[in-house]
């Protein structure tokens, strides 16, 4: 990496780490398109981004600790695991622009569809989708960082209120995240550079972005939020296709 690459992932960063405290979800979503179209590898991606918005993720789950929803959080942190597991598995067998290719196409598919359901009413609780949608996304994280996703799709179609989304979701990416990690590191995919220098060099432009738009979240109008989510999904799903 040379100083240009740096500065212009650390700006990428910025604006995906802001975007994702408005939204709750949405750093990784943003980042990881932009990255890889800087150049930035698969792997280096998948490290740099799940370490991120472990570290960014800490103060939001503080903050919005009394809006949490414990047993959500958990079954979306404890389906994960497994989905994690099986991901750190095929980041390293699978070529990396199948991974992208597939996950896009996933994404814009899963975000047309939940844009259908906007404006009804909340359906009836589907037993044992928190659980589904953290095994989605941890395979998810370990292959692209992507691990929003599936139970931000989950939450949009419960209507969660976007305190409690913003909560739940810091949670599940503090812990998935953690998790992630170690499983990569044991699995030899963790990448050495994107935790030193990027990581360390990014992250105070990471924790600043995310404070603003933890700020701003709030305070959008619930119909706004809903569709704000699903754009960046959908946005994220065609642009991280066409990196591949």
């Given at each position: ?135 989605a996304g941890g395979f998810l994280g370990a292959t692209t960082s992507l691990n929003g996703v ?85 946005v994220a799903g065609a642009v991280t296709a066409l990196s591949a």
């Amino acid at each position: 990496m040379d100083a240009a690459e740096l500065i212009l992932g650390g700006g990428s960063v910025f604006v995906a780490a802001l975007l994702g405290g408005i939204t709750g979800f949405g750093y990784a979503l943003v980042a990881t398109p932009l990255l890889l179209l800087l150049g930035f590898p698969l792997p280096f991606v998948v490290t740099a981004n799940l370490a991120l918005a472990l570290v960014t993720r800490v103060p939001v789950a503080y903050r919005f600790r009394a809006d949490l929803w414990p047993r959500r959080a958990a079954l979306l942190v404890g389906g994960s695991v497994p989905g994690l597991w099986l991901g750190t598995h095929v980041l390293s067998a699978v070529d990396d622009a199948q991974i992208k290719l597939a996950a896009g196409l996933v994404v814009m598919a899963a975000a047309v569809l939940m844009l259908r359901s906007l404006h009804a009413a909340p359906p009836e609780p589907i037993p044992g989708a928190p659980v589904a949608a953290g095994f989605a996304g941890g395979f998810l994280g370990a292959t692209t960082s992507l691990n929003g996703v599936a139970p931000v799709l989950l939450l949009a179609r419960d209507k969660a209120a976007p305190r409690a989304f913003i909560a739940d979701l810091a949670v599940y990416f503090v812990v998935s995240n953690a998790i992630g990690l170690t499983l990569l590191a044991v699995a030899g995919s963790v990448s050495g550079p994107a935790l030193f220098p990027a990581c360390l060099l990014w992250l105070p432009g990471s924790i600043a972005g995310n404070w603003i738009g933890a700020t701003l979240g709030p305070r959008l109008p619930e119909a706004a939020f809903r569709r704000i989510t699903l754009a960046i999904v959908f946005v994220a799903g065609a642009v991280t296709a066409l990196s591949a």
